[in-house]
Structure formats: C-alpha cells, structure tokens
C-alpha cells in the first residue's frame, strides 16, 4: 500500500479506471496518438463487454457513477458499451481532453517497423524511452492529469476510460507512487486490454483482468 498525499484523496470514492479496447490502430502495430479516429476491433469491442459484464457484477445493482473519459473515438466507444451493462446512460459523459494518450508528434500513425531504431523502447516495463518529435514527454502527462485530480471534488463514483500510458500514469498518481528516474513519473504496472482496476484513497484493487495485450511499447 503506498501513501496518498493530501491533494490527490478520493474521499472514500472509488475510481474505477479502463483502457480502453483494441483499436485497428494496436491490431496494425501503429502508432496511436490522439488525433485519428481509431476505432475498436471484434476484440476490442469484447474486451468493453467483459469489463462491463465485471463492473455490473461488482457493483450489484449500484450504477451511480460519473462518467469520464478521453475524448477520443476509441476510449468513448469502449464507455458506451460498459454503460450498457450498467444500465447507465452513456450521454452523461465529461469528455476531458486531459485524459487523452501520450501525444506522439511527427510519429502518430507511423508502423513501430518502419521507425528503424528511432524509438528507444523499455521492453520490461513498457515504456517508451524517447520523445517523438514535437510529441509529449511523460512529465506531460502528470501535469495534465494533475490539473484534472485538482478539478475533482469526489462527490461521487467515478468510471473512467483513458488510455494505456495515460492511465498507468493516473493510477501511480493517486496510489503514491514515487517518479521512475527514467521517465520522472510515476508508472503503474501495465494491465492487459480489457483490465479494470479500482482505486480508493491510494488502494488499488483489479476489479477484472482482460486477457489482452499490454502496451504496444
């Protein structure tokens, strides 16, 4: 269990935090970013009914939830369909492009192949290890989602789709996790497609664990 400053308390509320499914883009082995629309394959559309079929078991009938998510194509196809198992309407949603992937610059939608060695990649941990030009640093990241916990008053439930570097960032954020040297910021372990874990005042727990890939890194 890891300490929790002040700031970053869910007040007893629980987080529960998605990636969202396989996209054409992760099926093609291709850079992702945030500004094509890539939308889910068969598989990705069955790891959203998986979640939503685990968060409906979970919760038991209990659905009042905030409904957040990046405002992506491919993060707010996977919350429509997790609504539909909790019978929550979809059209409550708080698009925030804060919540957004890690933006890759000049390389979005380039084919990991075809980047010849210009992308230094952390096998182990998943992580990318260079900053695509005109792209984000993880450093990035934190700030933006900072910005998004200070926004919060975690009055309610929270259900959140975001995205595989994004939410690694978010859960060492609220789960107190010290920056990695590497990259100066907290990681969370990465989860395969179709996870969804809960977070409560620093405590995560994995509510369901997908059966698909980590990060393409």
Same mark, same amino acid.
């Given at each position: *269990?890891?300490?929790?400053? &002040?700031? @970053?308390? %869910? =007040?007893?509320?629980?987080?529960?935090?998605? !990636?969202?499914?396989? #996209?054409?883009?992760?099926?093609?082995?291709?850079?992702?970013?945030? +500004?094509?629309? #890539?939308?889910?394959?068969?598989?990705?559309?069955?790891?959203?009914?998986?979640?939503?079929?685990?968060?409906?078991?979970?919760?038991?009938?209990? &659905?009042?939830?905030?409904?957040?998510?990046?405002? %992506?194509? !491919?993060?707010?196809?996977?919350?429509?369909?997790?609504?539909?198992?909790i019978e929550t309407d979809w059209h409550q949603v708080k698009a925030d492009p804060r919540l957004r992937e890690i933006? *890759?610059?000049?390389?979005?939608?380039?084919?990991? &192949?075809?980047? +010849?060695?210009?992308?230094?990649?952390?096998? /182990?941990?998943?992580?990318?290890?260079?900053?695509?030009? !005109?792209?984000? #640093?993880?450093?990035?990241?934190?700030? !933006?989602?900072?910005?998004?916990?200070? +926004?919060?008053?975690?009055?309610? /439930?929270?259900? @959140?789709?975001?995205?595989? *570097? #994004?939410? =690694?960032?978010?859960?060492?954020?609220? %789960?107190?996790?010290?920056?990695?040297? &590497?990259? +100066?910021?907290p990681m969370a372990d990465s989860l395969p497609q179709g996870s969804m874990v809960q977070i409560v005042d620093g405590?995560? %727990?994995?509510?369901?664990?997908?059966?698909?890939?980590?990060?393409?890194?």
């Amino acid at each position: *269990m890891n300490g929790l400053s &002040s700031n @970053l308390n %869910t =007040r007893g509320k629980r987080l529960f935090i998605a !990636r969202h499914g396989e #996209t054409i883009f992760n099926l093609a082995g291709r850079i992702q970013g945030n +500004d094509a629309h #890539t939308p889910l394959t068969q598989r990705g559309f069955a790891q959203a009914d998986e979640m939503g079929r685990a968060l409906a078991r979970y919760l038991n009938g209990f &659905s009042e939830l905030n409904l957040v998510a990046s405002d %992506t194509g !491919r993060a707010l196809q996977t919350l429509s369909v997790v609504c539909e198992h909790i019978e929550t309407d979809w059209h409550q949603v708080k698009a925030d492009p804060r919540l957004r992937e890690i933006d *890759m610059g000049d390389w979005e939608g380039i084919y990991y &192949s075809d980047l +010849d060695g210009q992308l230094q990649i952390d096998h /182990d941990r998943g992580l990318f290890l260079t900053q695509a030009p !005109r792209g984000e #640093t993880y450093g990035d990241i934190v700030n !933006r989602l900072k910005a998004w916990i200070s +926004d919060q008053s975690f009055q309610q /439930d929270i259900l @959140l789709i975001s995205h595989g *570097m #994004t939410s =690694r960032v978010l859960r060492g954020l609220l %789960t107190g996790l010290p920056p990695l040297a &590497s990259i +100066d910021a907290p990681m969370a372990d990465s989860l395969p497609q179709g996870s969804m874990v809960q977070i409560v005042d620093g405590v995560e %727990t994995i509510i369901h664990m997908g059966a698909g890939e980590g990060e393409k890194a």
